[in-house]
């Protein structure tokens, strides 16, 4: 099973500034890498997948990188609606596994 | 528009079994892959299995192979997942997510899920 860790677990970010978050898996998942943005009490949304291709209606100051074990996602200019759990999901091998989630929140 | 809708969860007590649902609408349902994906209370996501769009494969975590099983019906666009031997680790909520593809790849719809309590 591959294992993905993400770090920070929580970051304390300013709206406006920009923020910067980790995924590292334990053996290469390639570029099948998404991010999904949870909110509380609701179903998580994708923002990205195949590590940089944007979701349909996602904003142009989400981005990802990164491929085979190191990713990252970058929230350019952090909105309020921004503030939100974000989980990396890799889905190169069976089982499909996900990281253990990225707090952001409004420092 | 893609809707997911899930249902059948509740309480139940541990060693018994719960039929989960997930209707689906908006798109070709025999297309496309399925995936259960779970929450415990307070944790994040884990993903718990998949079936092909023609139901000839499906894939299990570890920690429900043998327990649960994930089948669908593409003649009534609906996917379902048998539970049982349930354990208090399995309370949950369970949400029923579209594959983006037909045979395994990233989630782009995700229904609000269904929540399972095991308790005595």
């Known amino acids: 099973e591959k294992v993905m860790t993400q770090s920070p677990a929580t970051l304390s970010v300013s709206p406006g500034e920009r923020a910067t978050l980790s995924c590292r898996a334990s053996q290469s998942v390639s570029g099948n890498l998404a991010w999904y943005q949870q909110k509380p009490g609701q179903a998580p949304r994708l923002l990205i997948f195949g590590a940089s291709t944007r979701a349909t209606g996602i904003p142009a100051r989400f981005s990802g990188s990164g491929s085979g074990t190191e990713f990252t996602l970058t929230i350019s200019s952090l909105q309020s609606e921004d503030f939100a759990v974000y989980y990396c999901h890799q889905y190169n091998n069976w089982p499909n596994t996900f990281g253990q989630g990225t707090k952001l929140e409004i420092k | 528009q893609v809707q997911l809708v899930e249902s059948g969860g509740g309480v139940v007590l541990p060693g018994g079994s719960l039929r989960l649902s997930c209707a689906a609408s908006?798109?070709?349902?025999?297309?496309?892959?399925m995936h259960w994906v779970r929450q415990a209370p307070g944790n994040g996501l884990e993903w718990v299995a998949f079936i092909r769009y023609d139901g000839n494969n499906r894939y299990y975590a570890e920690s429900v192979k043998g327990r649960f099983t994930i089948s669908r019906d593409n003649s009534k666009n609906t996917l379902d997942m048998e539970m049982n031997s349930l354990r208090a680790e399995d309370t949950a909520v369970y949400y029923c997510?579209?594959?983006?593809?037909?045979?395994?790849?990233?989630?782009?719809?995700w229904g609000q899920g269904t929540l399972v309590t095991v308790s005595s």
């Open positions: 908006g798109f070709t349902f025999s297309n496309c892959g």
């Open positions: 997510a579209k594959d983006s593809g037909s045979s395994g790849s990233h989630f782009d719809y």
